[in-house]
Structure formats: structure tokens, C-alpha cells
């Protein structure tokens, strides 16, 4: 039972303290919100941390973590089970079954389900970014569609570009991280491996494979 206890970070009636005191803040916070006009269908399977701000209008389903400086637009649905750090998100934007970490997504975009936007990624406005997407590091232009198993990594894109399925940009080599830049309009077909450094310019179009 001792070698047990060593491996608890403070005793057990401080962490039962913490907790009550956690779910206590986390209430005053969903109530704050509340009272600016910003709906929670379920309290208790929700958290909204002190510094995260949300603006009226708002829809917050179940299971949400709203975490460090988070920034909710107006009108915005966030759908069930987002992890939310740092992220800024624009109004009337949805976003479904993902972690938006250190992030920027504009307004009258749609997120998710099971998208992951890492650090340092900004997406512009009425913009898909869909099922099993992996942002990092990269600006997507207004009105681009990456639709589903997608990776894109050290990128600049420009407006109204759209992936097809499994487009993978490759920035690593294995020993440096290199960019790509892919200007408005392009179309980038199914299982397109752009090897980066690589530059597309407006309205250029890879077929399948590529």
C-alpha cells in the first residue's frame, strides 16, 4: 500500500477537494456565459475554462473542453466531443469531433468530424475542413475545401482550392521541413503527394496520382 501511495501526486482528500473546487469554477463559468446568451445543452459534460470567451448566440453540445484563451465567435455550433486550447474560431462556424490546438479558423467554416488543426494554422472563411484532416503550420485561403484524408503540413493555399481524397503534402525529408505553396483555384486530385519544396501556381490541376 506505501510503494501504491508514493505514486499519488498529493493526498486523496486534496485531490477530491480539487475536483469539487474545479466542477464549482467550471459551473460559475458555464453560468456566466449563459447569462450572455450562449446555450449548454448539458452542463455537467461540459467544461469552459476562466480565460475562454464566447459570444452570444452560441451552441455548445456535450462534451466540449474549452481551454486556455479560446475565442468562440457568434452563432457558432460546436458539436459534440471538441477539444478546444487557445483556438479562435469565427463567427457562425461549426465544428464537430475535434482538437483545435493554437489555432485560427474564420467565419462560416465548417470542422470536423475528426479534423486536428495543430499549432499555428490559420483557415479562412466559409472554408471544409472535413473527416481525418491534419493541419500544421499552414494557411488556408478562403473558400478551400480539404474534405477528408488529408494532410497538409508547412503549407500556404491559397483561395477556393479544393483536395481531393488522401492528398498528402510531404514536408519532411528527413532531415528538414520544407514549404509548399499552392495559389487560388487549384485542384488537387485523389492521392496527389506534393513533395515539398514544391510550388502550384493559380488554377493548376494535378490528376489522380500524382
Do not use: W
Not at 19 to 25: D, G, N, P, T, V
Not at 34 to 62: C, H, K, Q
Not at 153 to 181: I, L, M, P, Q, S
Amino acid at each position: 500500500a506505501d510503494e501504491k501511495m508514493e505514486n499519488v501526486p498529493f493526498p486523496v482528500a486534496s485531490a477530491s477537494k480539487f475536483s469539487a473546487a474545479y466542477k464549482e469554477i467550471n459551473q460559475r463559468n458555464i453560468a456566466r456565459h449563459e447569462e450572455n446568451g450562449v446555450i449548454f445543452l448539458d452542463r455537467d459534460r461540459t467544461i469552459v475554462e476562466s480565460e475562454v470567451v464566447i459570444a452570444p448566440g452560441g451552441m455548445i453540445y456535450p462534451g466540449n473542453t474549452l481551454q486556455g484563451s479560446t475565442r468562440i465567435g457568434a452563432d457558432c455550433v460546436l458539436y459534440p466531443n471538441n477539444r478546444l486550447n487557445n483556438a479562435v474560431v469565427g463567427r457562425g462556424t461549426t465544428v464537430e469531433s475535434s482538437v483545435l490546438l493554437n489555432c485560427a479558423v474564420g467565419e462560416e467554416t465548417t470542422v470536423g468530424p475528426y479534423a486536428y488543426l495543430r499549432p499555428d494554422t490559420s483557415v479562412g472563411n466559409h472554408c471544409r475542413i472535413g473527416d481525418f484532416v491534419e493541419l500544421k503550420k499552414s494557411t488556408i485561403g478562403n473558400g478551400t475545401k480539404v474534405s477528408h484524408l488529408t494532410y497538409i503540413g508547412d503549407a500556404t493555399v491559397g483561395e477556393r482550392v479544393n483536395f481531393g481524397c488522401g492528398t498528402v503534402v510531404v514536408n519532411y525529408d528527413g532531415y528538414h521541413k520544407y514549404r509548399t505553396e499552392i495559389g487560388d483555384d487549384c485542384f488537387i486530385g485523389c492521392n496527389t503527394n506534393l513533395v515539398s519544396p514544391v510550388k502550384l501556381g493559380d488554377r493548376a490541376f494535378t490528376a489522380a496520382g500524382t
